[in-house]
Protein backbone atom coordinates (compact mmCIF):
# COMPACT_ATOMS: atom_id res chain seq x y z
CA UNK A 1 0.00 0.00 0.00
CA UNK A 2 1.02 3.48 -1.26
CA UNK A 3 1.18 6.83 0.65
CA UNK A 4 -1.88 7.81 -1.94
CA UNK A 5 -3.74 5.21 -0.57
CA UNK A 6 -3.22 5.57 2.71
CA UNK A 7 -5.73 7.95 4.76
CA UNK A 8 -3.40 10.97 5.90
CA UNK A 9 -2.80 12.76 9.05
CA UNK A 10 -1.85 16.49 9.60
CA UNK A 11 -0.10 17.82 12.37
CA UNK A 12 -1.38 21.06 14.28
CA UNK A 13 -1.87 23.41 11.26
CA UNK A 14 0.45 24.56 8.49
CA UNK A 15 3.39 26.34 9.04
CA UNK A 16 6.10 26.19 11.81
CA UNK A 17 4.14 23.77 13.98
CA UNK A 18 3.68 21.14 11.68
CA UNK A 19 6.96 21.28 9.89
CA UNK A 20 8.76 20.77 13.45
CA UNK A 21 6.29 17.94 14.10
CA UNK A 22 6.93 16.23 10.91
CA UNK A 23 10.88 16.68 11.49
CA UNK A 24 10.57 15.29 14.83
CA UNK A 25 8.94 12.17 13.45
CA UNK A 26 11.84 11.58 10.83
CA UNK A 27 14.34 12.16 13.69
CA UNK A 28 12.74 9.37 15.78
CA UNK A 29 12.29 11.86 18.58
CA UNK A 30 8.59 11.70 18.17
CA UNK A 31 6.89 8.39 18.89
CA UNK A 32 3.49 9.68 20.49
CA UNK A 33 0.56 12.03 19.33
CA UNK A 34 -2.06 13.28 20.84
CA UNK A 35 -5.90 14.38 19.75
CA UNK A 36 -8.87 16.13 21.44
CA UNK A 37 -11.49 13.48 21.30
CA UNK A 38 -14.36 16.06 21.20
CA UNK A 39 -12.77 17.10 17.72
CA UNK A 40 -12.81 13.21 16.00
CA UNK A 41 -16.14 13.79 17.49
CA UNK A 42 -17.19 16.87 15.80
CA UNK A 43 -16.12 15.47 12.89
CA UNK A 44 -17.94 12.39 12.61
CA UNK A 45 -14.35 10.20 12.66
CA UNK A 46 -13.86 7.50 14.35
CA UNK A 47 -11.04 7.20 16.92
CA UNK A 48 -7.98 5.64 15.37
CA UNK A 49 -6.87 1.54 15.92
CA UNK A 50 -3.77 -0.02 17.01
CA UNK A 51 -2.54 -1.15 13.29
CA UNK A 52 -3.84 1.51 11.35
CA UNK A 53 -1.47 3.41 9.29
CA UNK A 54 -1.47 6.93 8.32
CA UNK A 55 0.69 9.30 5.09
CA UNK A 56 1.85 12.27 7.88
CA UNK A 57 1.76 15.36 5.11
CA UNK A 58 4.14 18.35 5.65
CA UNK A 59 2.96 21.58 5.21
CA UNK A 60 2.42 21.65 1.62
CA UNK A 61 0.08 18.79 1.65
CA UNK A 62 2.77 16.22 0.39
CA UNK A 63 3.55 12.65 2.02
CA UNK A 64 6.40 13.34 4.38
CA UNK A 65 6.01 9.31 6.11
CA UNK A 66 4.19 6.84 6.74
CA UNK A 67 3.24 5.96 10.37
CA UNK A 68 1.94 3.02 12.35
CA UNK A 69 -0.13 3.13 15.51
CA UNK A 70 0.89 0.84 17.81
CA UNK A 71 -1.48 2.06 20.85
CA UNK A 72 -4.55 3.67 21.11
CA UNK A 73 -6.12 4.78 24.09
CA UNK A 74 -8.84 7.20 25.53
CA UNK A 75 -8.48 8.95 28.39
CA UNK A 76 -8.55 12.32 30.86
CA UNK A 77 -5.72 14.86 30.24
CA UNK A 78 -4.78 13.86 33.84
CA UNK A 79 -3.87 10.38 33.33
CA UNK A 80 -0.97 11.57 30.93
CA UNK A 81 2.54 11.16 32.41
CA UNK A 82 6.41 12.20 31.59
CA UNK A 83 7.08 9.37 29.38
CA UNK A 84 3.89 9.91 27.17
CA UNK A 85 4.46 14.25 27.33
CA UNK A 86 8.66 12.83 26.26
CA UNK A 87 7.29 10.53 23.44
CA UNK A 88 5.64 13.57 22.48
CA UNK A 89 9.27 14.49 20.61
CA UNK A 90 8.27 18.25 21.48
CA UNK A 91 10.95 18.40 23.78
CA UNK A 92 8.39 18.53 26.92
CA UNK A 93 10.79 17.48 29.79
CA UNK A 94 7.69 16.69 32.02
CA UNK A 95 3.71 16.42 31.69
CA UNK A 96 3.78 19.89 33.22
CA UNK A 97 4.71 21.30 29.42
CA UNK A 98 3.00 18.89 27.78
CA UNK A 99 -0.48 20.12 29.24
CA UNK A 100 0.68 23.51 29.04
CA UNK A 101 1.14 23.42 25.58
CA UNK A 102 -1.85 21.22 24.82
CA UNK A 103 -4.21 23.43 26.57
CA UNK A 104 -3.06 26.10 24.41
CA UNK A 105 -3.56 24.43 21.21
CA UNK A 106 -7.09 22.98 22.32
CA UNK A 107 -8.20 26.35 23.13
CA UNK A 108 -6.59 28.34 19.86
CA UNK A 109 -8.35 30.05 17.06
CA UNK A 110 -8.27 27.34 14.62
CA UNK A 111 -9.34 24.46 17.22
CA UNK A 112 -12.04 26.73 18.67
CA UNK A 113 -13.17 27.67 15.19
CA UNK A 114 -13.60 24.71 13.91
CA UNK A 115 -15.78 23.36 16.96
CA UNK A 116 -17.84 26.68 16.77
CA UNK A 117 -16.65 26.95 20.25
CA UNK A 118 -13.50 27.42 22.69
CA UNK A 119 -13.34 23.70 24.44
CA UNK A 120 -13.87 23.61 27.99
CA UNK A 121 -10.17 22.09 28.91
CA UNK A 122 -9.56 19.98 32.17
CA UNK A 123 -8.10 17.20 34.24
CA UNK A 124 -11.66 14.68 32.41
CA UNK A 125 -10.96 16.53 29.19
CA UNK A 126 -10.61 13.37 27.23
CA UNK A 127 -7.71 12.87 24.40
CA UNK A 128 -6.68 10.25 22.28
CA UNK A 129 -3.28 9.17 23.10
CA UNK A 130 -1.62 7.37 20.37
CA UNK A 131 1.89 5.86 19.93
CA UNK A 132 3.14 4.47 16.61
CA UNK A 133 6.18 3.63 14.86
CA UNK A 134 7.60 4.87 11.48
CA UNK A 135 7.25 2.61 8.72
CA UNK A 136 8.76 4.23 6.14
CA UNK A 137 10.06 7.83 5.61
CA UNK A 138 8.17 9.89 2.87
CA UNK A 139 8.33 9.50 -0.84
CA UNK A 140 8.93 13.02 -1.90
CA UNK A 141 6.92 13.78 -5.14
CA UNK A 142 8.98 16.78 -6.32
CA UNK A 143 9.50 15.54 -9.86
Known sequence: MGHDDLPTLELAFPGPERDRGVAAILSGQKTALTGLLELYEHAGEAVPQPGQRFS????EGRPAVTIELVDVRV????????DFARAEGRGYSDV???RAAHEEFFR????SE???GTPVID???L?????????????????
Open 114 to 116: FLG
Open 127 to 143: VVAERFRVVEPGARRDR
Open 108 to 111: SDGV
Open 56 to 59: VLDS
Open 96 to 98: AQW
Open 123 to 125: DDT
Open 75 to 82: VPMKEIDD
